[in-house]
């Protein structure tokens, strides 16, 4: 099946700073990601999907200048944090799907922790 | 909107014992797509099973089992002769606009198998 990477699978940060997280599909090109956020014990909210080429729309209450995503290329998405805040601390998981399917393929998640 | 509610938020089971998870769903799309998910505590999704709306044959994959009935809105997961490696966290999702769209989780059911 396709596999889709992320990196790094936990890092932690100084309030304040910015953190990039990568998310790679390794034997597809990925027309479409997804980003999803997963608090402690809690369900995963979609935050914004991006389209190869194109700005990503953000769902409802995501703030896009905080969640910076950029889609470059067909295998590579980043979501960048900035300005991190301890309330940035969560589970970041990507999905990918390619051309003409509507299967999505899931990261195996970013653990991001601001002190 | 679309939304996904599982109302069961932990069940706990002596292995060996048939578990049901609940899923209702609402959408006004008519044709989306219905999966499960299972996250074990290192934090990766793992894939169950994707169903299109229009396919609403039951289906069964060794010990598990899915009912999916448009007509209550519902896609039960049942898995039958439980096991301790079965314990996680259980997650039902729709996807609208054929499938294109992100997916809507719901809030995720706490199984517990006991020994």
């Known amino acids: 099946g396709a596999v889709v990477s992320q990196h790094p699978s936990r890092v932690i940060c100084k309030s304040g700073t910015s953190v990039k997280i990568e998310c790679r599909s390794l034997?597809?090109?990925?027309?479409?990601m997804f980003w999803y956020r997963q608090f402690p014990k809690q369900s995963l909210m979609l935050m914004a999907t991006?389209?190869?080429?194109?700005?990503?729309?953000?769902e409802q209450g995501v703030e896009k200048d905080k969640f910076l995503i950029n889609h470059a290329s067909l295998t590579l998405s980043t979501l960048t944090v900035t300005s991190a805040h301890p309330e940035d601390s969560s589970f970041y998981i990507c999905s990918a799907r390619g051309r003409n399917s509507y299967e999505q393929y899931f990261g195996p998640g970013t653990r991001l922790t601001v002190t | 909107a679309q939304k996904v509610t599982q109302a069961q938020t932990e069940i706990s089971v002596v292995e060996k014992e048939d578990v049901t998870l609940d899923c209702v769903y609402e959408t006004r799309d008519t044709t989306y797509y219905l999966f499960w998910y299972k996250q074990p505590p290192s934090g990766e999704l793992v894939f169950l099973i994707r169903r299109n709306s229009f396919d609403e044959q039951n289906e069964i994959s060794g010990r598990y089992s899915w009912n999916f009935q448009k007509s209550t809105s519902s896609f039960n997961f049942t898995i039958t002769a439980s096991q301790v490696v079965d314990s996680a966290v259980y997650f039902c999702?729709?996807?609208?606009?054929?499938?294109?769209?992100?997916?809507?989780f719901g809030k995720g059911t706490h199984l517990i198998i006991q020994p």
């Open positions: 999702a729709l996807s609208e606009e054929g499938g294109a769209d992100g997916l809507t």
């Open positions: 991006s389209n190869e080429g194109s700005k990503a729309t953000y």
């Open positions: 034997d597809f090109q990925a027309t479409t």
